[in-house]
């Protein structure tokens, strides 16, 4: 292969990546389809009922992009790679339970946060209960979750071990390799009402956190009007109407000062 020929792979190699980039608002709007990734695993927010993919997150998805005038079509994969598939351009938007984060926003942007929680203690002993008693410990939690970097920072802790998914981590306290979880607050009032007797225990919250939709770094028109449609659905009541029927309390996050 000559350079010349060197050159112009080189460049025909490029050309992909160059040419990807985010779709803009202006471009879902032609295409009339609203591209949105989640992790499909992670009850009651984003998880499937047979085949049918549900959650709070899903029908709040869903919501707004209805009231943006456009029809939501679902990629479900690790979460994990939810965030870095968005960087690829890859989909338009993902919900998936993410924390608003200084690191994650240099990565990101994000759009209006559509509930408030934190990471709360899961364990198999009620002596378990506050971020002290986890001195010695081993604590599961979620990869790619805030939570092994806040749990980390907590003082005395033994180890914190990673999993895959959240699944995997209640399976490493049901089997007593792990001491405590930590997980989100709703995950954790689900797990009860749902195993009432498999003897877990729910302690306090550790951290506190908003939770919003992302979308590629500067792509601030679609953000803007993912925002305002959310804020219609918390203002004509359809928002409190789903927060209801999951949580059986309102979910929003209070507003700021």
């Known amino acids: 292969m000559n350079i010349l020929q060197t050159f112009l792979l080189a460049v025909a190699l490029c050309l992909p ?9 202006e471009a879902v709007r032609k295409d009339g389809t609203l591209l949105i990734a989640t992790e499909g695993q992670y009850a009651p927010f984003n998880y499937f009922q047979g ?3 549900t959650g709070f997150e899903v029908e709040v998805a869903e919501l707004v992009a209805r009231k943006m005038g456009l029809k939501p079509q679902w990629k479900t994969l690790g979460f994990d790679a939810l965030l870095t598939g968005l960087q690829q351009d890859r989909w338009d938007v993902v919900i ?18 559509h509930y408030c929680s934190g990471g709360t203690i899961v364990s198999l002993s009620p002596s378990l209960r506050s971020a002290r008693d986890l001195a010695g410990k081993v604590v599961a939690v979620q990869t790619g979750t805030t939570y092994a970097a806040e749990v980390g920072r907590l003082p005395g802790v033994k180890a914190v071990k990673n999993f895959p998914g959240d699944a995997d981590a209640r399976n490493a306290l ?3 390799r792990v001491d ?13 009402r749902k195993s009432p007797q498999a003897g877990f225990h729910v302690g306090d919250r550790v951290t506190t956190e908003r939770i919003a939709a992302a979308v590629a770094r500067g792509n601030t028109g679609l953000a803007d009007a993912w925002s305002q449609a959310l804020r219609e659905a918390l203002a004509d009541g ?5 927060s209801q029927k999951y949580f059986q309390e309102d979910v929003r996050c209070p507003a700021r000062p």
């Open 17 to 25: 990546a160059a040419a990807l980039q985010a779709r803009t608002l």
């Open 51 to 53: 085949q049918q993919l």
């Open 180 to 192: 405590a979880m930590v997980t989100d607050r709703f995950v954790a009032k689900e797990l009860l």
């Open 238 to 242: 359809s928002y409190a109407q789903l």
């Open 96 to 113: 998936a339970s993410h924390a608003i984060t200084d690191e994650r926003a240099r990565a990101v942007s994000f759009a209006a946060p």
């Open 174 to 176: 049901a089997s007593r």
